[in-house]
C-alpha cells in the first residue's frame, strides 16, 4: 500500500510492521519535500511518525479520539486522514493548516496551535463520554516539552483524581520544546530515558501471592502496601512520580520501534483509569541535518533537502525586527546588570538566545510557562531589577491574570515586549497578534507604544528599561524592517505619550499607529493625488495617548482615520474615539484595522488585501467615506 491510497487512518489496520515502516519512509519523503517547498514545522513530526502509525494500528479512528498538543507535531496524523492530495499547499491560502482546526478535518477532534492544552481537552471528552454513556477512547498526544506549562499538570493532577476515567496519555519525549528543555520535569525525564524499560507487575500479582502456604491468607490486610511497595522498586523515579499523581506508568518504550510501540498502545488500553506511556523519540528522525541541529530545524523556511540551507532570498532584506530587538537589548544589558531577559521557552524566536550566550546570568528561560514568566518578573522587579518580558503576542494572552494582578495592580516596572504583533502569516488564527492593543489598553497604570520602524524600536527599548514608574508594553511585527539606517548606542528615549506629525495637511488627519505609519504616509500620497491634503501622525503611544496633539487637530480638520494592524475592537481607533467622545469632539472618524474574524493563514500580504488594508485600498475608503469620490477613483 502506498501513502496516497490511505484515506482513512482505520487503512492501517491490519498492515505487517515492514508495510507500515514503508508507509513511515513515504510519510518522512512528503513531509521533508513539502516543508522545504513551503516552509513549515520539519523537525517535531519527523520525530513521531512511529508513534502516529502504532497508535493508531491499536485504535479504531470511526469512533476514538486523539487530541495532538501544539499541532504542528501532527503532519503525520494530516498525512493519513485524507490531506496527503492536498499536502503540498501546506500553510498556504487556503490550503492545509499548519495546526489543528476542527473545521479541517472530522479526524482533527480539537485545535491547538499553543501549547498544553491537550490532556484538559482529552480529560474533557472523556468525562462527556461518561455522562453520555458512550464507549470511545480519548488520547492525548503531549510533548515532554509541553509538560513544563502549568496548565498540563493541572490537568494531570485532575486526571489522577478520578481513577474510574479511561484516559490514554502519550508523552513523547524527545527532550526538547523548541529550544532544549528547563526545569526539574525534563530533567526527571531524562533520567527515564536512560532507564531500561520498565515491566509492571502483573494484574494476578495478589492471586500468586495468596498461594503461599500458611502465608498468603494471614497477610492479606497487607497485600495493598506489599504491592505497591514493590512496584515503587519496579516503576523508575519519574514513573513512581506519575504513579502517585494516579496515573498507571509505563515506559518508556522506544518511540522508534513499531512492535514495541503497538504492544505498549495495546496493553495501555486494556488498563482502567488514566494511563501515561512515555514514548522516548528523537526530534528530526529520519533527517541526518534535523537531527544534528533540533533547534534550527524545529521549523524551517524553504530549504534546499540535500544540504540543509535556506534558499537564499533574490535580494538582500533589511534586518529583522526581533534581530534588532536582541542586539539593542544585548548592549543596553551590558551596561546595566539589572536587566533581565525573560523567554517563556522562545529564546531563538525572540531574539534572546544572543543574550544568553553573551550574559548567560541576565538571561531566564521558564519554559512554557507565559503565567510563571510574567509574576516572575513581577518579582525581579519588586527587588529594583529591570525584567524584560520578551514573549509573543499571541503567547502573552496566557498570562493575562497575571499582567492584570501581579504587575499593573501593584504597578510594577515589568518590560513586556510583544514580538510577532499584528498579522503573522502561515501560522494562523492561533498565532495572529491581533488582541494585544485591545487586551491590554483596559488596564490601569500600564504604558503602551509602537514603532514605526526599526530605529524607533531602538529608541522605544530605551523608553522601556528607563521607565520605572510602572508596567509598560512595546508591540512590534513579525519579519524585516524598513532598512533604516540603525545606531549602535547613544539612543535617547522617547517622551511617554508623545507622538508626532510627519505632514501636514488640511482636509484629512490620519492617525497611524506602529507597523501601520508607513502605510499612512503611502495613504497620504495617494489622496494627494486626488487633490485631498492629510495630516499625518505618528502616534506611538496608544496609551497614553496624545491628546494634546491630536484632539485640537482633529477638531480643525474635521475628518480623523485611524489605522492600526490589530483588531479594530477596543484598539488603538476606539481609543482616539473615546477621547474624542470625553472631550465632546464631534467629527466623523473611520477605523480601520482588522474586523471582528478570525486571520487564517496565509502570506501577510494576501490576508491584508482581504482585510482591505492596503495603502490603496485605504486610500479608496477614505475617498468613499469622506469625499464621495467612486471605487475606480484609486488604482
Not at 424 to 440: E, K, R, S, W
Request: hydrophobic letters at 40%; aromatic letters at 6%.
Amino acid at each position: 500500500m502506498h501513502l496516497s491510497e490511505i484515506t482513512h487512518p482505520n487503512q492501517l489496520h491490519g498492515l505487517s510492521i515492514r508495510q507500515l515502516q514503508q508507509i513511515a519512509r513515504q510519510i518522512r519523503d512528503k513531509h521533508l519535500q513539502t516543508v522545504a517547498a513551503t516552509g513549515g514545522h520539519l523537525g517535531p513530526g519527523l520525530g513521531v511518525v512511529e508513534l502516529t502509525l502504532g497508535l493508531y494500528q491499536t485504535l479504531d479512528l470511526d469512533r476514538d479520539k486523539v487530541i495532538w498538543d501544539v499541532g504542528h507535531q501532527a503532519y503525520p496524523h494530516k498525512l493519513i486522514t485524507g490531506r496527503y492530495s492536498d499536502f503540498h499547499t501546506l500553510r498556504q491560502k487556503d490550503g492545509v493548516a499548519g495546526y489543528l482546526k476542527r473545521c479541517e478535518s472530522k479526524f482533527d477532534h480539537f485545535g491547538a496551535g499553543h501549547a498544553s492544552t491537550s490532556i484538559s481537552a482529552a480529560l474533557g471528552m472523556a468525562l462527556a463520554r461518561d455522562m453520555k454513556e458512550e464507549k470511545f477512547k480519548a488520547v492525548a498526544v503531549i510533548g515532554d516539552g509541553a509538560l513544563t506549562g502549568g496548565m498540563a499538570l493541572e490537568a494531570i493532577n485532575h486526571a489522577g483524581h478520578l481513577p474510574k476515567t479511561n484516559l490514554l496519555v502519550v508523552l513523547n519525549d524527545n527532550e526538547m520544546s523548541i529550544s532544549p528543555n528547563v526545569g526539574a520535569i525534563p530533567r526527571y525525564l531524562n533520567k527515564m530515558r536512560l532507564s531500561p524499560p520498565v515491566q509492571f507487575i502483573k494484574d494476578n500479582f495478589e492471586e500468586q501471592f495468596k498461594q503461599i502456604p500458611f502465608v498468603g491468607e494471614s497477610l492479606s490486610p497487607e497485600l495493598g502496601r506489599i504491592k505497591e511497595g514493590m512496584k515503587r522498586l519496579a516503576v523508575p523515579k519519574v514513573g513512581a512520580v506519575f504513579e502517585e499523581l494516579g496515573f498507571t506508568y509505563m515506559g518508556p518504550v522506544d518511540g522508534h520501534n513499531l512492535e514495541e510501540l503497538i504492544a505498549a498502545f495495546s496493553q495501555a488500553h486494556q488498563i482502567p483509569g488514566p494511563v501515561l506511556v512515555h514514548v522516548a523519540t528523537v526530534k528530526g528522525k529520519g533527517y541526518e541535518i534535523a537531527e544534528q541541529d533540533r533547534v534550527g530545524y524545529h521549523a524551517q523556511s524553504p530549504f534546499n533537502l540535500t544540504t540543509g540551507k535556506a534558499i537564499p532570498s533574490s535580494k538582500p532584506k533589511p534586518p529583522a525586527y526581533a534581530k534588532v530587538f536582541s542586539h539593542t537589548l544585548v548592549k543596553l544589558a551590558e551596561q546595566n546588570p539589572k536587566i533581565i531577559g525573560i523567554t517563556a521557552a522562545m529564546a531563538t524566536g525572540t531574539g534572546l538566545d544572543k543574550l544568553q550566550a553573551k550574559l548567560p546570568n541576565q538571561y531566564i528561560d521558564v519554559g512554557i510557562a507565559e503565567q510563571h514568566a510574567v509574576t516572575l518578573a513581577a518579582g525581579l522587579a519588586s527587588e529594583g531589577m529591570r525584567p524584560v518580558a520578551a514573549i509573543y503576542s499571541t503567547f502573552l494572552q496566557r498570562a493575562y491574570d497575571q499582567i492584570i494582578h501581579d504587575v499593573c495592580i501593584q504597578n510594577l516596572p515589568v518590560f513586556f515586549c510583544l514580538d510577532r504583533a499584528g498579522i503573522v502569516g502561515a501560522d494562523g488564527p492561533t498565532h495572529q497578534g491581533m488582541y494585544d492593543i485591545a487586551y491590554l489598553r483596559c488596564i490601569p497604570n500600564i504604558v503602551m507604544m509602537a514603532p514605526k520602524d526599526e530605529a524607533e524600536l531602538q529608541r522605544m527599548i530605551v523608553t522601556g528599561i528607563d521607565h520605572t514608574s510602572g508596567p509598560i508594553a512595546m508591540r512590534f511585527p513579525r519579519g524585516n524592517g524598513y532598512g533604516v539606517p540603525l545606531m549602535e548606542e547613544g539612543w535617547e528615549p522617547l517622551e511617554i505619550g508623545k507622538g508626532e506629525i510627519l505632514r501636514n495637511g488640511d482636509d484629512v488627519l490620519i492617525l497611524g499607529y506602529g507597523t501601520m505609519v508607513y502605510p499612512s504616509m503611502q495613504v497620504a500620497e495617494i489622496l494627494s493625488e486626488h487633490g485631498i491634503e492629510a495630516t499625518v501622525i505618528n502616534a506611538r503611544f496608544v496609551k497614553p495617548l496624545d491628546t494634546e496633539l491630536i484632539l485640537p487637530l482633529a477638531k480643525k480638520i474635521g475628518r480623523v482615520v485611524t489605522l492600526e494592524e490589530g483588531c479594530v475592537m477596543g484598539g488603538f481607533g476606539s481609543a482616539v474615539a473615546e477621547a474624542l467622545l470625553d472631550a465632546d469632539i464631534v467629527v466623523p472618524v473611520k477605523r480601520i484595522g482588522v474586523p471582528d474574524v478570525l486571520v487564517d493563514h496565509a502570506e501577510p500580504d494576501q490576508s491584508k488585501a482581504e482585510l482591505g488594508l492596503t495603502s490603496p485600498q485605504i486610500a479608496e475608503r477614505v475617498l468613499q467615506a469622506f469625499f464621495g469620490q467612486q471605487v475606480s477613483a484609486v488604482v
